[in-house]
């Protein structure tokens, strides 16, 4: 089973960026479609952005414009976040997607991003 590693999160101020990265084990992600998710304290976990193998991207409403989903290499995927608000306070998952109204059920354990003062 494929077994989902995610890194790079931390503690940001108001508007700091931070880039996170994932990698999976038995995967290679340029021939598969990936997605990132995120799940705030008290809420329902949500989808924020794929990526397909040719690099099309789609990004959530909620950080179109600030998030923007990569691929540095065929095993690696990224997450650059820039202008980050309190509300984008979350763990951060990335998985295969399953379309919209429906998540995975495997996941990896996250990274945690907390914005604040």
């Known amino acids: 089973q494929v077994q989902f590693v995610e890194s790079g999160g931390g503690l940001v101020q108001p508007g700091g960026s931070l880039r996170l990265s994932c990698t999976a084990s038995g995967s290679i992600f340029s021939l598969s479609t990936m997605a990132w998710y995120r799940q705030a304290l008290g809420k329902q976990r949500e989808w924020i952005a794929t990526?397909?193998?040719?690099?099309?991207t789609n990004i959530a409403d909620s950080v179109k414009g600030r998030f923007t989903i990569s691929r540095d290499n065929a095993k690696k995927l990224s997450l650059q976040m820039n202008s980050l608000k309190p509300e984008d306070t979350a763990v951060y998952y990335c998985?295969?997607?399953?379309?919209?109204?429906?998540?995975?059920?495997?996941w990896g354990q996250g990274t945690q991003v907390t914005v604040s003062s």
């Open positions: 990526i397909t193998p040719g690099d099309t």
């Open positions: 998985n295969f997607p399953t379309g919209r109204g429906s998540l995975p059920i495997n």
